[in-house]
């Protein structure tokens, strides 16, 4: 695969499951944080889950606030917004999609 992106992060809201004649499949939100130095910046990505994408979400469940890990291919799609403005924004295909923390663990300090 030329087109590869592997991204690890927390997710923003619950995944969004969808159906159609196609099947089931989803779309999930996650924010990847990047620091450098004393700055730190946060980067909100959409993934779009189809086929064993979807089986990995179905069988991890994340829920929001869990860290996940993905991987899959970068697209750019273009859209028309409420106020007719067109629009891209970047989306990732996940082709493996995995729960690396839940929330509760994320902020435990151990003791």
């Known amino acids: 695969m030329d087109n590869e992106i ?4 927390n997710l923003v809201k619950d995944p969004e499951i969808y159906s159609s004649n196609a099947g ?13 130095g004393k700055k730190e910046s946060t980067l909100f990505i959409d993934v779009k889950l189809f086929g ?32 007719g403005m ?7 295909y996940s082709n493996q999609m995995h729960k690396i923390a839940t929330k509760r663990s994320v902020e435990s300090n151990f003791e």
């Not at 089931?24 to 450098?36: D, L, M, P, Q, W």
């Not at 067109?86 to 990732?92: I, K, L, M, P, W």
């Open 52 to 83: 064993y994408s979807y089986k990995d979400l179905q069988y991890f469940n994340p829920v929001k606030g869990d860290k996940v890990s993905v991987v899959g291919r970068l697209e750019i799609e273009d859209y028309v917004d409420k106020n």
């Open 6 to 9: 592997r991204l690890i992060g």
């Open 24 to 36: 089931e499949h989803a779309k999930i939100r996650i924010a990847c944080n990047t620091k450098y």
């Open 86 to 92: 067109e629009r891209r924004d970047a989306v990732v």
